[in-house]
């Protein structure tokens, strides 16, 4: 009768037993090329992560500046203690328009900022006659003054004086501005509001004029 030892496959059919010092003995999972691919897409998403975090802190920093509004003088658009960033660079390159929310240093203290609209250009005749605001003789539509906020003094007329603008408050019956400490030289005015970003209901552009309209209802 045939042993069992017998029935084996001869010795030289036995594969030989994996090499402990041997690399395929240290391969694992974490080794695989898959793996591999995966640490190296990481590192390039970390790496393009830590650039555009880079840039807009950059941009932050040299092109927009953030600020906080003290008072009402600006609402309903903007309210006490508000947070919002302005544009320091944009007058390099565009020009002051009517319309525009605009910071600059006050005229009777340049240690203080004010911001205010821009209601009248240099050279424009401004007058205000039981609240309606009036440029060179014609009403000036103002969507962003609500009724309440109207103050329906008369003032003016006054020649806006050149390379000067003539700035209101929106809030017209708590509001120290132009009708008060005159036109304000473009020397002055540093930066335009653009965008708001708290408190979080308020956050959105402040160019667009129908965001402007939209805060005012």
Do not use: C
Not at 46 to 74: C, H, N, W
Not at 116 to 141: H, M, N, S, W
Not at 145 to 170: A, I, N, T
Request: hydrophobic share 40%; no cysteine; glycine share 6%.
């Amino acid at each position: 009768m045939d042993s069992a030892e017998e029935k084996l496959p001869p010795t030289s059919a036995i594969p030989d037993a994996p090499d402990p010092a041997s690399p395929a003995s240290k391969t694992s999972p974490s080794g695989s090329p898959t793996a591999h691919s995966l640490r190296n897409e990481i590192r390039v998403w970390t790496r393009d992560l830590l650039i555009a975090i880079g840039l807009a802190l950059v941009i932050i920093v040299f092109l927009y500046q953030p600020v906080k509004v003290e008072g009402t003088s600006m609402a309903p658009l903007l309210s006490d203690q508000e947070r919002i960033f302005i544009n320091k660079f944009v007058y390099r390159f565009e020009p002051i328009e009517r319309g525009d929310v605009v910071v600059f240093w006050y005229p009777l203290d340049r240690t203080k900022s004010f911001i205010k609209r821009v209601v009248g250009l240099p050279g424009e005749v401004v007058e205000i006659r039981q609240g309606i605001v009036y440029v060179d003789g014609g009403p000036l539509a103002e969507p962003y003054v609500p009724p309440q906020y109207e103050d329906l003094s008369d003032f003016g007329p006054v020649r806006v004086p050149r390379e000067s603008y003539f700035v209101m408050g929106d809030h017209r019956i708590s509001s120290n501005d132009s009708r008060v400490f005159g036109p304000v030289a473009s020397r002055f005015i540093y930066g335009r509001a653009v965008f708001a970003y708290w408190p979080v209901d308020h956050f959105g552009s402040l160019s667009a004029t129908s965001t402007t309209e939209a805060k005012t209802k």
